[in-house]
T-cell receptor, first 110, second 113 residues
Framework: EDQVTQSPEALRLQEGESSSLNCSYT??????LFWYRQDPGKGPEFLFT???AGEEKEKERLKATLTKKESFLHITAPKPEDSATYLC???????????FGTGTQLKVEL | EPEVTQTPSHQVTQMGQEVILRCVPI?????FYWYRQILGQKVEFLVS????????KSEIFDDQFSVERPDGSNFTLKIRSTKLEDSAMYFC???????????FGPGTRLLVL
C-alpha cells in the first residue's frame, strides 16, 4: 500500500527563522511528488511538482527538493503569511491518483 | 487565472438522501478527479475520470458513488444514499494531461445529519 508520511505534524517558527519540512514516501511507481499549501477551510493550492531525484524548485521563500525516498520543503526567512498547512502528495498509478500525507501545520509568529 | 469552481460551498442533508456535488474544471483540462477530506484527516483520493470513463477508483468509491460529465463544462459527484460517515470536505481537481499538475477547487463541505 502506498504511504506518505510528513514530519513534523506542527511547527512554530519566529519570523525570519528558517526551517525544513519532511515528506517521506513508500510507493510503487512514483511518477512525481507534489507540494501544496492549504489554508483552513480551503482547497489545496499548488506549489511545486518534482519528477526526479535531485530535482529542485524554488518560489519566493520556498524551495522543494527530492531524493529517492523523501522530499524536503525548505522555508527561508518565513513571514506570518506563510502560516498554513503544507501537504505533500505522491503521484502514482494508471489512474493518476495523488496519495497525500497528513500535512505539516506551520505557524510563523512575529 | 483559470480556476476550478465548485457548488455548493456547503450542503447539509439528512442520512439516506441523495446529493449531487458540482464542479466546473479548468476549461482546457481533460482529466478530472474527486478527493475528500474528513475533518482533521488527510486528503483521500476517490476517483479519476478521463474520456468519459472512470480511470481509477479507491475502495471508498463504492456503489453509492457515481460521477458524470453531463455536458462540456460540468463534472459531478453523486452520492445516492448518504451516510453519517460521508460528512467531509469534497474537492474536485483537474489537470491538462495525465502527467501534469492537478489543480483543486475550493471544496464543498457536506454535513450528513
Amino acid at each position: 500500500e502506498d504511504q506518505v508520511t510528513q514530519s513534523p505534524e506542527a511547527l512554530r517558527l519566529q519570523e525570519g527563522e528558517s526551517s525544513s519540512l519532511n515528506c517521506s514516501y513508500t510507493v510503487s511507481g512514483l511518477r512525481g511528488l507534489f507540494w501544496y499549501r492549504q489554508d483552513p477551510g480551503k482547497g489545496p493550492e499548488f506549489l511545486f511538482t518534482l519528477y526526479s531525484a535531485g530535482e529542485e524548485k524554488e518560489k519566493e521563500r520556498l524551495k522543494a527538493t527530492l531524493t529517492k525516498k523523501e522530499s524536503f520543503l525548505h522555508i527561508t526567512a518565513p513571514k506570518p503569511e506563510d502560516s498554513a498547512t503544507y501537504l505533500c502528495a505522491a503521484f502514482t498509478g494508471g489512474g493518476n491518483k495523488l496519495t497525500f500525507g497528513t500535512g505539516t501545520q506551520l505557524k510563523v509568529e512575529l | 487565472e483559470p480556476e476550478v469552481t465548485q457548488t455548493p460551498s456547503h450542503q447539509v442533508t439528512q442520512m439516506g438522501q441523495e446529493v449531487i456535488l458540482r464542479c466546473v474544471p479548468i476549461s482546457n483540462h481533460l482529466y478530472f478527479y474527486w478527493y475528500r477530506q474528513i475533518l482533521g484527516q488527510k486528503v483521500e483520493f476517490l476517483v479519476s475520470f478521463y474520456n468519459n470513463e472512470i480511470s481509477e477508483k479507491s475502495e471508498i468509491f463504492d456503489d453509492q458513488f457515481s460521477v458524470e460529465r453531463p455536458d462540456g463544462s460540468n463534472f459531478t459527484l453523486k452520492i445516492r444514499s448518504t451516510k453519517l460517515e460521508d460528512s467531509a470536505m469534497y474537492f474536485c481537481a483537474s489537470s491538462a494531461t495525465g502527467e501534469e499538475t492537478q489543480y483543486f477547487g475550493p471544496g464543498t463541505r457536506l454535513l450528513v445529519l
